[in-house]
């Protein structure tokens, strides 16, 4: 049995989700994989959980508490970015809210982790958008790993699928409806024959967009997550990084009920793709056969890999959701643990 | 995606029912007929060379037309297949019409393709306008250009552009 000792860091909708469930699948996780998780810490933006014992914090207790700062644990004021260092554990979990321009607070809290000798899992856009290479740099010269699974496509394993199950193909390019939100709004004008402003409107009162959209419609999300994927996946060791600005960007604000209606009269559907292929990186939206397996429909993300040998491969399912995301955060931790137990093994 | 020109001419016997029995395996085979002639002048006593002028997406389905028929025990003279036909659709969302569509359509041209249809769905002046065209060319290289040069015309323009 080994045990995982976890800071996790952000205790929103992903962060209360993976705790939910570390706690349904305890005696999973013991039984097939033979791990055993402690939560040595959960910080907020005002302070934080703290555990006095070595076998970690009670989480059902976080969990079900009315007022947090209640919790017999809370520590007011402390910060994830000073505690990191200080404590012991195996795997930083952060859990903070995406910032595209600079990255905090996720990035200072992913830079205190590797330098202090812990793995990282995130799905967390910002820091890998705006500082990839450091991080990964940072990564390999403290021996460290940095996952960050649930950073795109949400329950979706797409770096799994090119780490572990491509290892024979070269993948060449990618394509992939990367938002949720943009597209719930654009299968909506499809099938309801609505315009543009209802859709937005609606998927804000079902909690789909937020009460500023521009981030997701705007292509800004989808672009973060096609940087990551392009520089974890297509780039080659020889190649630079490429960089945010590099990515060409279109709205999906300014498409007409009637373009719509055009596309469908040739089994057309407009959807706001992703692209990275023949060095071009670009988010907008295009016209896809109705038939296209990418061309999925409401919050549903898809990613098509083409590769050399496997040739086209597409993998579809929930970008976003606290359990969905939180799915790919475990994923990411026990991938970390069975690499560490094997790295022991060969010493 | 690309398509062929295909010019099939049959050998088909002066009795009812006979062009029915040829346009079967054709459209079968997904054959997406644009014209059928017949050469009176070359007729014979009982039977008349037919053309069928038609479209095919898949080449590897001209060798089965061309079975179904000779298993139907009609007489292929002779196809031709003509250079591979490229297809690409685009929207154009904004003021079209207020920036020239002449002067697109004009530059759309002369990348040395065709604009084969245009549709174009029109609100009050004032609103965007939503224009599809039909775009076809005999080289995959000659579309790629001619996109590159929708892109600057849109953005010179301040229009949309949605490709296939
Ligand atoms: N939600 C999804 O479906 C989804 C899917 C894929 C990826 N993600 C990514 O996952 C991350 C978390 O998303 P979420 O939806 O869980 O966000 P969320 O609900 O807004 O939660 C963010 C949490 O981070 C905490 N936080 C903010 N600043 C902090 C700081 N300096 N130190 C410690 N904690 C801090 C917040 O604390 P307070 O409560 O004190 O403000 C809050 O608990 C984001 O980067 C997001 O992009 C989310």
Not at chain 1, 196 to 216: H, W
Not at chain 1, 284 to 296: C, E, I
Not at chain 2, 33 to 39: N, P, Q, T
Request: aromatic share 6%; charged share 30%; with cysteine.
């Amino acid at each position: 049995m080994a045990d995982v000792r976890i800071i996790l860091v952000g205790f929103g909708t992903v962060g209360k989700g993976f705790l939910n469930v570390v706690i349904e699948k305890k005696s999973f996780l013991k039984e097939i994989y033979g791990l055993n998780l402690h939560i040595n810490a959960v910080f907020k933006s005002d302070g934080g959980f703290i555990s006095n014992t070595n076998t970690g914090l009670d989480i059902q207790s976080l969990l079900s508490i009315k007022d947090y700062k209640e919790h017999p644990q809370w520590v007011k004021d402390v910060k994830a970015y000073d505690k990191i260092p200080e404590m012991e554990a195996d795997i930083v979990v952060e859990l903070t809210p995406t910032n595209i321009g600079d990255g905090e607070p996720g990035l200072g809290h992913i830079r205190q982790a590797l330098k202090s000798g812990k793995d990282v899992v995130t799905a967390n856009k910002g820091p890998l958008v705006v500082a990839f290479q450091e991080l990964i740099t940072l990564a390999e010269e403290n021996k460290r790993f940095l996952h960050y699974e649930g950073a795109v496509g949400g329950a979706i394993p797409v770096f799994s699928l090119a780490r572990e199950n491509l290892k024979s193909s070269k993948i060449i390019s990618i394509e992939g409806i990367l938002n949720g939100t943009t597209n719930f709004i654009l299968s909506r004008m499809v099938s309801e024959k609505i315009p543009f402003e209802i859709a937005l409107k609606e998927a804000q009162e079902l909690g789909y967009a937020e009460r500023d959209p521009s981030y997701d419609i705007d292509g800004i999300d989808a672009a973060g997550k096609l940087l990551i994927l392009t520089n974890t996946i297509l780039r080659r060791p020889e190649e630079r990084f490429v960089k945010f600005d590099e990515i060409k960007i279109e709205s999906i604000r300014n498409i007409t009920q009637e373009a719509v209606e055009l596309a469908e009269e040739n089994n057309l559907v407009i959807k706001h793709v992703a692209s990275a292929k023949e060095g071009k990186l670009e988010v907008g939206p295009k016209l896809l056969p109705k038939t296209s397996p990418l061309a999925v429909s409401s919050t549903l993300n898809s990613i098509t890999f083409k590769s050399d040998l496997a040739g086209e491969i597409t993998i579809i399912g929930e970008g976003a959701g606290g359990r969905e995301t939180a799915s790919a955060v475990l994923t990411d931790i026990i991938t970390i643990f069975k690499k560490r137990i094997k790295t022991k093994n060969n010493n | 995606m690309g398509s062929y020109n295909i010019r099939l001419e049959l050998e088909l016997k002066d009795t009812p029912g006979q062009l029915l029995m040829a346009l079967e395996p054709i459209a079968r085979f997904g054959g997406n007929i644009r014209g059928i002639y017949h050469e009176r002048e070359r007729k014979e006593v009982d039977s008349l060379p037919v053309v069928f002028l038609f479209e095919l997406e898949d080449l590897k389905n001209l060798s089965r037309i061309k079975t179904a028929l000779e298993d139907k025990g009609i007489k292929v003279i002779k196809f031709l297949k003509d250079a591979e036909i490229f297809k690409k659709i685009v929207l154009l969302i904004g003021h079209v019409f207020a920036t020239n569509i002449l002067d697109t359509l004009d530059r759309i041209m002369a990348c040395g393709v065709r604009v084969r249809e245009v549709y174009a769905m029109i609100n009050r002046p004032e609103d965007p306008s939503t224009v599809k065209l039909f775009i076809e060319a005999d080289e995959q290289k000659k579309l790629d250009i001619t996109m590159e040069e929708l892109e600057k015309i849109c953005e010179e323009k301040n229009l949309m552009l949605i490709k296939s």
